[in-house]
């Protein structure tokens, strides 16, 4: 028999066992992946959410269905109408795919910096890609305001707003979070990842408490050039963004809506610096035979750090938000490694992966 959580996900459109209703239907219901080389090495017990199995590739066909269902519930798009999102990643891709098996055109605005390959996928998708001038937040130019303003010109067309829309956390507390519990059998003394949006962590970390009545600890992990850690460690400061990181999708400047719902609810967080994320990716790879991306490997890094803060055998679990398929011309080549100072970070004996020049 169904239990209740699944039969909830089942009428939001999140996957299950049985058959599903097309593309959307298959968005969720990921395995829970063991980690076991990077387990018994530390003597933990770590386990990834294999997010880069959803039908787009990534955690973030989640958000994309979440939101799109949001606003058909709420009545704001009907069938035939219009989808408009300021993305340059997995968000438009979620959004592509979604669009075309419910019948909506896909409008994605994006800085006219990212690379072709990422806006022909996005084309091939069947969406309508408008690069613009790659402006900062505060200027009324900036992608993501020329995308609310195309959505609120048109009838019958929503703006997804994927960053303060919190349809996007809750798709994560409906899913993500319900999973995972089911799937480590209740017993989880931490989860920890990284943010773009917030919508994972607030999601998944809010269920988590709740489920475990708070005996779940809930911690954030940061790329280097993201104010998140600051903010939490301080209890509360916002300081200027500074410094850099080679990770995509996630890191932030603000607290979004999304990260909002739950912030205050964490127990911690803690920087992982590229060198440790660099050696992850490989080291994912030549350990588990998975193939992710550096968002991922951060990820891994910092579950296995936190596992350790727990103590000894402690159960931990993070999300392996997608492949390293979309960025493997920089992940696995030698100049560019180097370009970014970080040649050095691969293990002696991973080198060998780093196959192209
Ligand atoms: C590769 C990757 N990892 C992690 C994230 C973060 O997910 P969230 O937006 O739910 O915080 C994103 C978001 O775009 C992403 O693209």
């Not at 169904?2 to 996957?15: E, N, P, Q, Y």
């Not at 959803?54 to 219009?82: C, H, M, Y």
């Not at 195309?150 to 507390?173: C, G, K, P, R």
């Not at 392996?320 to 040649?343: I, N, P, V």
Request: hydrophobic letters at 40%; one cysteine or more; charged letters at 20%.
């Amino acid at each position: 028999m169904l239990s209740a959580f699944r039969v909830a996900t089942r009428s939001r459109g999140f996957a299950t066992n049985a058959a599903v209703p097309g593309l959307t239907g298959a968005i969720g219901n990921t395995p829970l992946i063991y980690l076991k080389g990077l387990s018994e090495k530390s003597g933990t017990q770590i386990f990834g959410k294999a997010e880069f199995q959803n039908p787009g590739g990534s955690v973030k066909d989640r958000a994309a269905l979440g939101l799109v269902l949001d606003a058909e519930e709420q009545g704001l798009i009907k069938p035939g109408g219009t989808v408009v999102e300021g993305t340059a990643g997995n968000t438009g891709i979620g959004l592509a795919h979604v669009c075309r098996a419910r019948g909506y055109k896909c409008v994605i605005y994006m800085p006219d910096t990212q690379s072709q390959e990422k806006i022909d996928l996005l084309r091939m998708l069947g969406a309508d890609v408008r690069p613009v001038a790659a402006v900062a937040f505060e200027n009324p130019r900036n992608y993501n305001h020329q995308a609310r303003e195309y959505a609120e010109s048109l009838d019958n067309a929503i703006w997804t707003d994927q960053f303060d829309n919190v349809a996007n956390a809750n798709a994560h507390y409906i899913s993500t979070g319900p999973e995972i519990w089911e799937q480590a059998e209740g017993k989880l003394d931490g989860f920890i990842c990284s943010t773009g949006t917030g919508g994972t962590l607030a999601g998944v970390g809010k269920y988590l408490k709740e489920k475990s009545g708070g005996k779940t600890q809930i911690w954030l992990a940061d790329p280097p050039g993201s104010v998140l850690t600051s903010y939490i460690s301080s209890g509360g400061k916002l300081v200027e963004r500074s410094g850099s990181s080679i990770t995509e999708g996630i890191g932030q400047g603000r607290i979004t809506n999304n990260l909002g719902t739950f912030v205050n609810d964490l127990t911690g967080a803690f920087t992982v610096p590229d060198e440790k994320s660099i050696a992850m990716v490989y080291d994912l790879l030549d350990t588990e035979g998975l193939y992710l991306g550096a968002s991922s490997a951060l990820n891994v890094v910092a579950a296995v750090e936190l596992a350790q803060k727990l103590g000894k055998g402690s159960r931990v679990a993070t999300v392996l938000c997608d492949g390293a398929y979309r960025y493997q011309s920089r992940l696995f080549s030698k100049k560019w490694l180097a370009s970014k100072g970080l040649e050095g970070a691969i293990p002696a004996h991973l080198k060998k992966y780093a196959v192209l020049d």
